[in-house]
């Protein structure tokens, strides 16, 4: 009987310094990531750059953050991140850091993006996006499970890649997040903007000198919430006032038509979590929450006071939702 006894109190013991040092890790590893994401200048969270060629020719930037030891052997799945419009593989700045070597990850510019090639306007689909997401898994994930984390359009891009080809959901992509994002009914028809589409790309190189001015307080107004730090209006400001004008006119058309909901059942076939900023100016929380109904078994994510950047103004939540999905897979 003492026997046992010492036996259970040696046993409670190992037990005891393993949830002890569990907790120690992570305290340590909670105090490393936020030294790291108080001290990184923006912008510069990189990897050597590889591209994927797209379907038809595009060169599609990538970056690979590969994980570290054991973890690189092991069966964790590359998470594979999709960003939205007039943004870049920037976007994912705090994620990035909070999950670096960690997990392996897969940072993708969209055509016309970042340091993706140009692409005609008649180029700039969701089906293009979405082939061109298919083409970076097969080329820089084609081993083990995927996870696909998406912004805004990059949302898009996954739903519409769900909508194109159901059999990788449940199969190669084993879990996905939105954020930010809708599937349909954004923003009414616009025939005068399409009118006036031509004469606005004569004049896109003017656009583009004019655009630089008072760009940060259309930040402040309509990319982060109304209670946003001044570092993340910087950050959206940096990173968006860099996309050429051509951008916004090739793919501004994918909005007005946007309808993803053919997508989203095939998404329902595996863990995805929604999140959405209450006070999201671009893609109102009310999407949000109907993509949540609509995606079966979809776990809905509300970040009070966020706006459309939610990654970066509410970027530890954003980051806990996603390691709280990977853990579930």
């Known amino acids: 009987m003492k026997r046992l006894t010492a036996l259970g109190a040696t046993a409670g013991a190992f037990v005891a310094a393993g949830v002890a040092a569990k907790v120690l890790d992570g305290r340590r590893h909670e105090t490393v990531r936020r030294e790291l994401e108080s001290t990184v200048r923006f912008g510069t969270v990189h990897s050597p750059s590889r591209t994927v060629v797209a379907t038809d020719g595009t060169a599609i930037n990538v970056e690979i953050d590969e994980a570290e030891g054991r973890r690189r052997r092991g069966t964790q799945p590359t998470i594979v991140f999709v960003h939205g419009w007039v943004c870049t593989l920037d976007s994912w700045h705090f994620q990035r850091l909070a999950l670096r070597g960690r997990y392996r990850m897969v940072f993708m510019d969209h055509r016309s993006h970042g340091g993706s090639g140009r692409s005609r306007a008649d180029n700039s689909s969701l089906a293009d996006l979405a082939d061109d997401l298919r083409r970076v898994i097969e080329e820089c994930a084609a081993d083990g499970p995927v996870v ?107 909005f007005v038509t946007l309808d993803t909901t053919a997508g989203l059942k095939d998404l329902g076939r595996v863990p995805t979590v929604v999140v959405g900023g209450t006070k999201d100016m671009l893609t109102p929380f009310k999407h949000a929450r109907r993509l949540a109904e609509d995606i079966p078994g979809a776990t809905l994510v509300a970040v009070e006071g966020a706006g459309h950047m939610v990654m970066f103004e509410a970027h530890e939540r954003v980051t806990q939702a996603l390691e709280g999905l990977l853990e579930r897979i």
């Open 148 to 254: 696909l984390v998406g912004h805004s359009m990059g949302g898009m891009t996954i739903m519409e890649l769900a909508g194109l080809d159901p059999d990788l959901f449940g199969d190669k992509v084993v879990a996905a997040m939105l954020i930010g994002t809708s599937s349909g009914k954004l923003i009414g028809r616009a025939p005068g903007f399409v009118k006036l589409a031509p004469l606005l790309r004569v004049a896109s190189p003017a656009l583009d000198w004019g655009r630089g001015f008072n760009s940060r307080s259309l930040m402040r107004r309509w990319a982060v919430g109304p209670d946003a730090a001044d570092v993340y209006v910087d950050m959206s400001d940096q990173m968006i006032r860099e996309a050429r004008t051509h951008v916004l006119l090739d793919f501004y058309p994918n």
